[in-house]
Every structure is written in C-alpha cells, then in structure tokens.
C-alpha cells in the first residue's frame, strides 16, 4: 500500500486548508487512516483518525472544533483544516494501519502547512 498527501500550502491566521491522503494498492488491508503532524523542532503529533469501516473518528485535542477528518471511499480521506492558527504549521504525513496491526506503519510524504499571524 502506498499513501499520497496533497493540499498543503500558505494560509493566514484564520484562514482554510484541506489535506487528501489516497491509498493505494491493497488498500482492503487496511483498517484506520489518520493524520500526523510534527512542527520544526517538536515531536510528532496526532491530528486525528478515522476508521474505514465504521467511520469513527478522534482527534487530538489541539484540533477538536476546528479539524474534520472523512473519508470519500475506501482508499481516499480528507483533513478539512479550519480556523488555523500560526501553531498549526508543521509538515502533516498521512499515515495508515493495516487489520490485525496495532502500530502505523504505513506512512505517506508530509505535506508543508504554513499559517502566518
């Protein structure tokens, strides 16, 4: 399985961004797709997840009221980024884990999100 990020970009304080994470190959495999991000300087950090099959989410508290994780189909999800704030920026990685795996092994390039005061 192989995992593309796209939608990063530059925005203002308050501004909108949306992240898209496709799988692909084997995508049947895989049971949760989430989001990561890691700031210059900082360990990384969850943003959120969604699992394929129920459709539930998480988020990390940081995020919760202002990020919206979905899903379009199996192999597609969507990071909906709303009122940014300048500590949002970091590089965001599209991440997946497989059925019967309880680690995320499956990472995608990062994506540079910047959000300027």
């Known amino acids: 399985v192989q995992l593309q990020a796209s939608g990063g970009g530059s925005v203002q304080a308050g501004g909108s961004l949306r992240l898209s994470c496709v799988a692909s190959g084997r995508t049947s495999s895989l049971l949760v797709m989430a989001w990561f991000r890691q700031a210059a300087g900082k360990e990384r950090e969850f943003v959120a997840n969604v699992f394929l099959r129920s459709g539930t989410t998480n988020y990390g508290d940081s995020v919760k009221g202002r990020f919206t994780i979905s899903r379009d189909a199996e192999n597609t999800v969507n990071l909906q980024m709303n009122s940014l704030y300048p500590e949002d920026t970091a590089v965001y990685y599209c991440?997946?884990?497989?059925?019967?795996?309880?680690?995320?092994?499956?990472w995608g390039q990062g994506t540079l999100v910047t959000v300027s005061s």
């Open positions: 991440a997946a884990r497989r059925l019967g795996r309880s680690a995320f092994e499956l």
